[in-house]
């Protein structure tokens, strides 16, 4: 069992950078892909990005080129830095974790409570 705990959402204004991060229990954190997802109001979720154990990352289409994901396995923290923000990116995000080393998969075991990003034009 992992549990996540994401902070660093806010709000922010168009153009802007957000450094979000999520805390991992458990000592096996390196084991786990690590994903971030989001969701915005009246929206399915969508994927944002993930890192696995070996640190091979992928983003979704949407993202790509204006977040990065990282991991420090050290603090069991994994970390999404997003920049260029939009207002379209305004939604709850969510970390997740699975076993599963294979990053372009989106079925995870483990989810955050999410954090609210807004973004305001």
């Known amino acids: 069992q992992v549990q996540l705990v994401e902070s660093g959402g806010g709000l922010v204004q168009a153009g802007g950078s957000l450094r979000l991060s999520c805390a991992a229990s458990?000592?096996?954190?390196?084991?786990?892909?690590m994903g971030w997802f989001r969701q915005a109001p009246g929206k399915e979720r969508e994927f944002v990005a993930a890192?696995?154990?070996?640190?091979?990352?992928y983003y979704g289409d949407l993202v790509l080129g204006r977040v990065t994901v990282s991991r420090d396995n050290g603090k069991n923290t994994v970390h999404l830095q997003m920049n260029s923000l939009k207002p379209e990116d305004t939604a709850v995000y969510y970390c997740?974790?699975?076993?599963?080393?294979?990053?372009?998969?989106?079925?995870?075991?483990?989810w955050g409570q999410g954090t609210l990003v807004t973004v305001s034009s």
């Open positions: 997740a974790a699975k076993l599963n080393p294979v990053v372009t998969d989106w079925r995870y075991d483990f």
């Open positions: 890192i696995n154990g070996i640190r091979s990352t």
């Open positions: 458990g000592s096996t954190f390196r084991s786990y892909t």
